[in-house]
């Protein structure tokens, strides 16, 4: 003799319990849409401040490398999403910034693939870098992109070239070749 069933669920039978589940996948924090609309008119690179490829975030901003004599930002030391491993990408794959966060030019696949494939950071290889001094220099960076522009304990910002600077350069280096 069978028990009814008083709530709206079919009972389980052996079989459904012993079928295997599915892996969860985790979920892929997606931007902020208040992020999206926002366009800062410089680029800030913020310690600990977040990382979004073109479909999702992929790390934190942990050092930003700077060349104290040329006054430039080199190169950007990001923890990867998911993992203890700190990797070293340029600053021209950045987008622009909101805020604290960092829109890069590249997809998720595509940052994960330069992470593993590039550069690993060593803590021994860089030394602090002081913001004062280079403020205080007045000579112009080879690339006004990269130029640091103002400079705090947890920030380094750099002016912003318009579509239009882009296209001029894109121009005079196809009329030099």
């Given amino acids: 003799m069978t028990m009814p069933i008083l709530s709206g669920q079919k009972p389980v039978t052996k079989s459904e319990s012993q ?9 892929v924090p997606a931007i ?3 992020l ?13 401040g977040p990382i979004y490829g073109t479909d999702g975030k992929v790390g934190t901003l942990k050092r930003v490398v700077v060349d104290e004599s040329a006054g430039e930002v080199t190169e950007l030391i ?18 622009r910034s ?6 890069l030019t590249v997809n998720r696949v595509q940052f994960t693939e330069r992470a593993a494939s590039g550069p690993q950071y060593v803590k021994g290889h860089f030394s602090r870098a002081d913001v004062k001094s280079i403020l205080k220099r ?24 318009s579509p239009l600077d882009r296209l001029q350069r894109r121009s005079d280096s196809a ?3």
Avoid: C, M, W
């Avoid at 909101?98 to 829109?103: C, R």
């Fill in 19 to 27: 079928r295997p589940k599915k892996p969860v996948q985790p979920e």
């Fill in 32 to 34: 902020p849409p208040e």
């Fill in 36 to 48: 999206l609309l926002q366009r800062d008119n410089h680029v800030r690179y913020e310690r600990n």
């Fill in 78 to 95: 990001v923890q990867v999403d998911g993992s203890d491993t700190l990797t070293i990408i340029p600053p021209d794959l950045v987008d």
């Fill in 98 to 103: 909101a805020g604290s966060a960092l829109f």
């Fill in 138 to 161: 007045a000579n112009r960076p080879a690339t006004p992109r990269r130029a640091v522009l103002d400079g705090g304990k947890d920030f380094i910002q750099t002016p912003t070239a």
């Fill in 175 to 177: 009329a030099a070749d």
